[in-house]
């Protein structure tokens, strides 16, 4: 008897369209704080990091996705900014109150 083959397609988790970061200073480091609404390409999810990365440990990126983001959505941007955390980097990601 025959079995077919199943195909195993990977998972794919969509990124929501829109976030809103917020990148906190260290307190004791330069004083400050960068917000942006945009657009999550790659391009600006390498910004997003690079602005966090260069404010230094201790810093924070806060980063708001859409309300209707689903768990896989929030887990998929989570892993984008994951690796900040090894530079030191406090990285919180949550649902906000906005649609993207």
Not at 15 to 38: D, K
Not at 79 to 91: C, E
């Amino acid at each position: 008897m025959a079995h077919p083959n199943p195909t195993h397609e990977p998972t794919v988790h969509r990124l929501p369209s829109m976030v809103r970061t917020r990148v906190t200073a260290p307190r004791g480091g330069a004083a400050g704080m960068i917000e942006r609404v945009s657009f999550l390409t790659p391009y600006a999810a390498e910004e997003i990091a690079q602005e966090a990365r260069r404010a230094g440990r201790g810093a924070q990126l806060d980063v708001s996705v859409p309300a209707h983001t689903s768990d896989a959505g929030v887990a998929a941007v989570d892993s984008l900014f994951a690796w900040l955390r090894a530079k030191g980097v406090s990285v919180l990601i949550h649902r906000g109150d906005f649609e993207g």
